[in-house]
C-alpha cells in the first residue's frame, strides 16, 4: 500500500468570504483555516484521505475522513464524515455525501463541480442542520518533467434546508 502525504499547512489555506449577515457556520465568515493530511490508494479506482483542519482564531478543530471512488474520468463519489471540536466542549459529527462532475475545457483546464448534502449532528438542545453545498472551481493543471502544478480557483455556496436560503458563500483559490 502506498502512501502519499499531503503538507498544506501554508499553501492550502482557505479564505471563507461572505457577507457577515449569512454566518450559518457559527464562526467568523472572514476566517482561515489549516489543512494537513495523508491519501492512500485502496484500488486503483479507490483513495482515502484524511485530513486534520484546524481555525485559530475560532478555535476550530477536525478530524475527516473523505474516501474518493471514481466512478470514470468524468464522475467521482465521496461518501465521507467528520468529527469537529468547537469552543465550550462542543462536539459535532457530520456526514457528507457528494457527486463531484469534470468537465475538461482544454488540454490543462477543466471545470469541476461539486454537489454535496451535509448533515450535521450536534450534541446538543440544538437541532441538526441540513446544507446543500455546491463548488465550481476552474482548475489549471500542467506537468513539468516530474513535477505536477495544479493551480485552482472557485466559489462554493451553501444552501441551509433548514432556514430555507442560502447561508454562505465561499471563494477559494491555491
Request: positive net charge; hydrophobic residues 40%; charged residues 20%.
Amino acid at each position: 500500500m502506498r502512501l502519499v502525504f499531503i503538507y498544506r499547512i501554508c499553501s492550502c489555506l482557505a479564505l471563507l468570504v461572505c457577507n457577515r449577515l449569512v454566518s450559518a457556520q457559527g464562526v467568523d465568515p472572514y476566517s482561515l483555516f489549516s489543512l494537513t493530511g495523508v491519501s492512500t490508494a485502496i484500488s486503483s479506482k479507490t483513495n482515502l484521505n484524511l485530513y486534520g483542519v484546524y481555525n485559530p482564531f475560532d478555535q476550530i478543530k477536525a478530524i475527516a475522513a473523505i474516501p474518493l471512488i471514481r466512478v470514470n474520468k468524468y464522475v467521482t463519489l465521496s461518501p465521507s464524515c467528520m468529527y469537529v471540536s468547537l469552543p465550550g466542549s462542543r462536539k459535532e459529527f457530520h456526514i457528507l455525501g457528494s457527486a463531484q462532475l469534470a468537465f475538461p475545457l482544454g488540454k490543462h483546464v477543466t471545470l469541476e463541480d461539486r454537489n454535496m448534502w451535509w448533515h450535521r449532528f450536534r450534541e446538543s438542545e440544538l437541532p441538526d442542520l441540513d446544507f446543500y453545498r455546491n463548488r465550481l472551481r476552474f482548475i489549471y493543471q500542467k506537468s513539468m518533467r516530474d513535477k505536477t502544478l495544479r493551480l485552482f480557483a472557485g466559489n462554493e455556496f451553501f444552501y441551509s434546508f433548514d432556514q430555507g436560503r442560502f447561508s454562505l458563500n465561499r471563494l477559494c483559490f491555491g
